[in-house]
């Protein structure tokens, strides 16, 4: 494989301006529901650095491996999760796979669910899943290999 940049190292700014972001868009939010968001939208763009990274961090928090294994199906599994974050999952999945607009319904059931400020942060968080998921794709992270540490 041709050597790919450390984005980090060879950004900093850019880097630490989205770990900014990420952080703001946190700030609304039930940490478990960042979690199953960021799981989601990182299995749809087939990014196992950070789905890895997130499950990690989900199974530290206390998130069961019932529901770990059901985030990909949640549809056909929505007695693990609540209508907030069935909402949720959906309006992750519609930012996420863009093309055609994020539909009407899929929003209107999420602003239900989630009040102005709270919806803001999680457009937010699934805005900056999909860019530390291009970041971590583009330059071949390893998974497992968290440098938060």
């Known amino acids: 494989m041709t050597h790919r940049i450390n984005f980090a190292k060879t950004a900093p700014k850019a880097f630490k301006a989205l770990i900014g972001f990420d952080a ?8 478990a529901l960042v979690e199953l968001v960021q799981i989601r939208a990182s299995q749809l ?4 650095y950070c789905l890895h990274m997130h499950t990690s961090d989900a199974r530290k928090a206390g998130e069961s491996e019932e529901r770990l294994h059901m985030i ?21 999945e519609a930012v996420t796979r863009i093309s055609g607009g994020v539909p009407d319904d899929v929003y ?5 669910h989630f009040g102005e400020t709270e919806l803001a942060h999680l457009l937010a968080l699934i805005f900056t ?7 971590a794709i583009s330059t071949a992270k390893v998974p497992g290999t968290d440098e938060r540490a």
């Open 108 to 112: 209107a059931t999420a602003a239900r």
């Open 24 to 31: 703001a868009a946190r700030a609304e939010l039930d940490p």
């Open 72 to 92: 990909a199906v949640w549809r056909d599994a929505s007695s693990f999760f609540s209508e907030k974050e069935q909402a949720a999952l959906a309006l992750a």
């Open 129 to 135: 899943i999909n860019t530390w998921n291009r970041i």
């Open 45 to 48: 763009n087939g990014c196992a």
